[in-house]
Nanobody, 124 residues
Framework: QVQLVESGGGLVQAGGSLRLSCAAS????????MGWFRQAPGKEREFVAA????????NYADSVKGRFTISRDNTKNTIHLQMNSLKPEDTAVYRC?????????????????WGQGTQVTVSS
């Protein structure tokens, strides 16, 4: 079992930045691909970014490329999502996720383990 807890969400003005963190516990963290997803009210869950087990490969949704950066620190069982140049359309609940397959996260927007989510609100 893997438990994931997000933090770092909040209210920010358009053009600002936030850094989300996700702390993992319960099982070997470094063997999992990790991802970030978001869901806004009235919309389906959307893939945001993913990173493989070693951190050597990353994937991003087109809507966040060049603005968001995903990273991981396996020594601390933590992943981060640095979000820059935030836009109102980035407003959503952001969840981190873990899965044995990076492809599953990226192409199917699915994962075996999920955090509870942290709210990100970007004002105009």
């Amino acid at each position: 079992q893997v438990q994931l807890v997000e933090s770092g969400g909040g209210l920010v003005q358009a053009g600002g930045s936030l850094r989300l963190s996700c702390a993992a516990s319960g099982r070997t963290f470094s063997t999992y691909a990790m991802g970030w997803f978001r869901q806004a009210p009235g919309k389906e869950r959307e893939f945001v970014a993913a990173i493989n087990w070693s951190g050597s490969n990353t994937n991003y949704a087109d809507s966040v490329k060049g603005r968001f950066t995903i990273s991981r620190d396996n020594t601390k069982n933590t992943i981060h999502l640095q979000m820059n140049s935030l836009k109102p359309e980035d407003t959503a609940v952001y969840r981190c996720a873990a899965d044995g397959s990076l492809i599953t996260i990226v192409t199917m927007a699915r994962a075996d383990y999920w955090g509870q989510g942290t709210q990100v609100t970007v004002s105009s």
